[in-house]
Each structure stands twice: as C-alpha cells, then as structure tokens.
C-alpha cells in the first residue's frame, strides 16, 4: 500500500520519555478520572517530532514544510 507520503528520514529512531501509564494511554488503555495522561504523553511525542523537524528545518519554528510532504 503507497499512499504517496513521503517523510525525508522517516525510518529514523528517536527516543520519547514516558511513564508506563502514558504509555499504557497511547497503547490504548483508558484511565477515565485523568485526562491529563493522554495530554501529556501526547504533548511529549509533538515535542520530539517539533525537535526532530527543527533540525532538519535548519531552526524552523514553521512547522515541517509542504515540500517535505510531496
């Protein structure tokens, strides 16, 4: 299946700091009276993609560029 996405270093690791509870949120899991786990595992992904993109934007707080996307 090719959707036609391409991401420039898209097999590239990186590494994210979570707890085993945000984990067990992305994964899926649901703690119903806190909310706040999926917002701050959430907010830790977005922060390691924004810095892995700022990088490869040479310091571009823009976002990743649309013709990263074609």
Same mark, same amino acid.
């Not at 270093?9 to 009276?33: C, I, Q, S, W, Y």
């Given at each position: 299946?090719?959707?036609?996405?391409?991401?420039?270093?898209?097999?590239?690791?990186?590494?994210?700091?979570?707890?085993?509870?945000?984990?067990?949120?992305?994964?899926? #899991? &649901?703690?119903?009276? *806190?909310? +706040? %786990? !999926?917002?701050? #595992? &959430?907010?830790?992904? *977005?922060? +390691? %993609? !924004?810095?892995?993109?700022?990088?490869?934007?040479?310091?571009?707080?823009?976002?990743?560029?649309?013709?990263?996307?074609?």
């Amino acid at each position: 299946m090719n959707t036609g996405l391409k991401i420039p270093h898209g097999e590239d690791k990186v590494k994210v700091e979570l707890t085993v509870k945000e984990l067990m949120v992305l994964a899926g #899991a &649901r703690f119903p009276n *806190n909310h +706040v %786990l !999926e917002v701050s #595992a &959430r907010k830790k992904l *977005n922060e +390691v %993609l !924004e810095q892995t993109y700022e990088i490869e934007n040479g310091g571009s707080r823009d976002g990743i560029s649309y013709d990263y996307l074609n």
